[in-house]
Nanobody
Framework: QVQLVESGGGLVQPGGSLKLSCAASGSIFRRIDMHWYRQVPGNQREWVAAITRFGNTNYADSVKGRFTISRDNAKNTAYLQMNSLRPDDTAVYYC?????????????WGKGTLVTVSS
């Protein structure tokens, strides 16, 4: 069982930066793959970025070159560094974890943190 808690959201001006954190409970952090998603009202939840247990990363085209996902296994925490923020980055950002070793495969979600990009 993994519990995820996001933090770091807030109000930032266009062009600014923000760093989100996702703290994970449990003892299996090293073996799980971590993702960030975001969602605005009326829209589907959008996948933003992923980092595997091996440290491989991937990004949605909309954030590529601006966002960086990382993880610190010693702290059981994943991060999303967001630079050059735009108003359309405004959303609730959710941390997601997948445990490929669980049977059936287990998935966990945080409750989200709101990011508002506005002048």
């Amino acid at each position: 069982q993994v519990q995820l808690v996001e933090s770091g959201g807030g109000l930032v001006q266009p062009g600014g930066s923000l760093k989100l954190s996702c703290a994970a409970s449990g003892s299996i952090f090293r073996r799980i793959d971590m993702h960030w998603y975001r969602q605005v009202p009326g829209n589907q939840r959008e996948w933003v970025a992923a980092i595997t247990r091996f440290g491989n990363t991937n990004y949605a085209d909309s954030v590529k070159g601006r966002f960086t996902i990382s993880r610190d296994n010693a702290k059981n925490t994943a991060y999303l560094q967001m630079n050059s923020l735009r108003p359309d980055d405004t959303a609730v950002y959710y941390c997601n974890a997948n445990d490929p070793f669980a049977s059936p495969r287990a998935e966990y979600w945080g409750k989200g943190t709101l990011v508002t990009v506005s002048s």
